[in-house]
């Protein structure tokens, strides 16, 4: 097992290193996120991106040039058993000494009718800002990827009337002094699914109820539980940025660069410490 933890992480320093490694190092260091006595919490959901997360966390400690602490933290919010072993032996696998703790979270939403999914995300953040405090960390690492920046450019504009992104770093507003950041914020999910691949490796996708229930109901039809068709906003914008990349590969690096280049100048309105102004202020 230990031969096998060495290939994986090796896989990721050469096979990798122009998809993965290096578009992780230039985020670390193009966001400044992380500095000299950082004590940070991987936060790891059992998935690919964040088990990633973790081992390029590892690799960065091991062979950079800043001293810094490492917790690796998972919360199971009820997950299956199954899943639960699932997020287990892929950490022993790779090598990875994670803090287990548990919460009941898919409880307290499985009767939620409106957002439950939005509830969810908020009460498991919730839950790991506070673990990481217990730890005594002052950040907290999540594994969003290139591709999730890029699809919240384009929900925050087609469904919700205004320009946002996801930031690669941000202050907690519930928990004092306490930071999120994103390392692999310019790593494509397609170099990741690459990487999985070559290591044969199997993560856990998607474990909640809702989920699970979608695959019940169609194994009791005869159909394929595994064949879920995913309706949320964000699978749209998946699908959509694969008609885009047909027309142009450029389209989605264009997409992320707009919030970087956003002229006030041309702007009907913005807003600002959450004031609105209007181009008619100024006019």
């Not at 966001?31 to 940070?40: A, Q, V």
């Not at 997950?79 to 307290?108: C, T, W």
């Not at 169609?218 to 047909?246: C, W, Y």
């Not at 707009?258 to 913005?270: K, L, M, Q, T």
Request: hydrophobic content about 40%; some cysteine.
């Amino acid at each position: 097992m230990e031969d096998r933890c060495r290939e994986i992480e090796r896989s990721i320093i050469k096979q990798y290193r122009k998809e993965i490694w290096r578009p992780f190092v230039r985020a670390l260091n193009d966001y400044d996120m992380i500095r000299p006595g950082d004590n940070i919490a991987v936060c790891i959901s059992g998935g690919k991106d964040s088990m990633l997360l973790a081992k390029c966390m590892q690799e960065i400690l091991r062979h950079g040039k800043m001293e810094f602490g490492l917790h690796f933290i998972v919360m199971d919010p009820g997950y299956h058993p199954d899943n639960r072993k699932m997020i287990e032996d892929n950490a022993r696998l790779m090598g990875i000494p994670v803090q287990i703790f548990d919460s009941d979270i898919f409880n307290i939403v499985v009767d939620v009718d409106e957002s439950p999914c939005y509830l969810c995300a908020r009460m498991r953040r919730g839950y790991l800002y506070a673990k990481a405090k217990e730890l005594g960390c002052n950040k907290i690492a999540l594994g969003h990827h290139f591709d999730d920046v890029i699809e919240t450019i384009l929900m925050s504009m087609l469904y919700g009337a205004q320009v946002n992104t996801m930031m690669p770093k941000l202050h907690s507003t519930n928990f004092e002094g306490m930071e999120l950041i994103r390392p692999l914020y310019l790593v494509k999910e397609e170099h990741i699914l690459a990487w999985k691949d070559h290591n044969d490796l199997k993560f856990l996708q998607c474990a909640c109820r809702f989920t699970e229930q979608i695959a019940r109901e169609q194994a009791i039809k005869g159909q394929n539980p595994a064949d879920i068709v995913h309706t949320s906003k964000r699978q749209e914008m998946k699908e959509l940025m694969k008609q885009f990349r047909k027309v142009s590969p450029n389209i989605e690096m264009n997409i992320f660069r707009s919030v970087e280049n956003v002229n006030v100048d041309a702007c009907i309105g913005y807003v600002k410490n959450g004031k609105r102004h209007h181009f008619l202020e100024e006019y």
